[in-house]
């Protein structure tokens, strides 16, 4: 799978002959822009080759079932309460939220699964925590995949998740966002967000560990962005990853040093980005990392952590204090200079294997 390889999100469109079908923007690579400036290439889907869900008709039951079936699966506007998965088991399958549909968990369960299926394209939807804490909202792939060998992708655009800050008579929780599982893994435009405000927002309300988990080889993200989650806002274990822009802002809301230790009460606080010693390769351009000590003053030791090893690389990465005290001490592992007051700013253009430029 090229690095550069990417695909626009399928879109709603009507033919005066055909009707109404789902457009689908053919894979491009080594490309910039969008693809219909010049003239779009991709395939029509009729639209009935979709099960087309509506919020208060439709259970993950109902959407199960056609999913089952060989259907594809486009979920029109609204919020969808959840007491058990979407299961996404069939290949090539769309599955595709418009007016970002929302996906609900209502009973401590993932609000979608998937197999590890190639072709899959899941796109446009919000996942929500509910009031019982789940361990993930959505899961890509059943089990973490190690292969080299070149196979079909799986396509995941414009996905938001949320823990918290809606309008709501009880706090929301989950232990991570989303974890992928599966190998050669095409993200774009990810909003990951334990709110900062809102509703029942607090250190010890809208509980969540961790942004998104990422086991699976040969995953790239474009425009990941992750926010104030409790421990590791991004935990990076597969190899051959790769991240085009990240953005990230550390917990506002941390009461306290003591309850917010890594490494076995050995760093304060918890990197923005953490990468697995055990991975070789891994690549990344264009990282920011934010700190607001909003509620107490407190220190981050490090924005990123990475194996120092030849073949881990981080291109251009910059760390900023908003406001607080004392802010971070270092940009990756134990090196770049540390940000301490309102404004300050600080950038690693180049690392690898413990040297940077």
């Not at 949320?162 to 599966?182: E, F, L, M």
């Not at 509980?207 to 421990?231: K, P, S, W």
């Not at 190899?239 to 550390?250: A, D, H, P, T």
């Not at 802010?327 to 950038?347: D, K, L, Q």
């Amino acid at each position: 799978m090229s690095y550069q390889e990417k695909a626009e999100k399928p879109f709603l469109i009507y033919d005066q002959t055909e009707g109404y079908m789902v457009y689908v923007p053919e894979v491009r690579e080594h490309s910039t822009g969008v693809s219909w400036k010049n003239g779009s290439q991709g395939k029509k889907v009729a639209l009935d080759q979709f099960y087309v869900a509506k919020p208060k008709k439709d259970t993950a039951e109902t959407m199960n079932a056609a999913l089952a079936s060989g259907k594809n699966l486009l979920l029109t506007p609204g919020i969808y309460d959840l007491t058990e998965p979407i299961i996404v088991d069939h290949p090539d399958t769309i599955v595709l939220g418009m007016g970002f549909a929302t996906l609900r968990s209502t009973a401590g369960n993932c609000c979608m699964e998937t197999g590890d299926v190639t072709g899959l394209i899941v796109a446009g939807l919000l996942f929500d925590a509910g009031e019982k804490k789940s361990d993930n909202l959505l899961i890509v792939g059943k089990d973490v995949q190690r292969t080299e060998q070149e196979t079909g992708n799986i396509y995941l655009s414009d996905l938001f998740f949320r823990v918290g800050g809606t309008d709501t008579q009880t706090p929301t929780s989950t232990k991570c966002c989303a974890t992928i599982h599966s190998s050669h893994v095409i993200g774009d435009n990810f909003w990951v967000w334990r709110a900062d405000h809102g509703d029942q927002v607090a250190w010890d309300k809208n509980v969540a560990e961790n942004g998104i988990i990422i086991n699976g080889d040969d995953v790239t993200m474009y425009a990941l962005m992750v926010e104030h989650f409790e421990q590791y806002q991004t935990i990076w274990n597969g190899n051959n990853g790769k991240v085009f822009m990240y953005q990230s802002e550390i917990p506002y809301d941390v009461p306290s040093q003591d309850v917010w230790i890594s490494h076995e009460g050995k760093k304060n606080g918890y990197a923005s980005f953490y990468v697995d010693d055990a991975v070789d390769t891994f690549e990344a351009w264009g990282l920011g990392v934010y700190l607001y000590n909003r509620d107490a003053a407190v220190n981050l030791d490090t924005a990123m952590e990475v194996p120092d090893k030849t073949g881990v690389k981080v291109h251009n990465i910059c760390t900023v204090m908003l406001v607080g005290y004392p802010g971070m001490s270092h940009i990756i592992n134990g090196v770049g200079e540390a940000v301490t007051s309102a404004g300050e700013r600080h950038v690693i253009c180049e690392y690898e294997n413990g040297l940077l430029k």
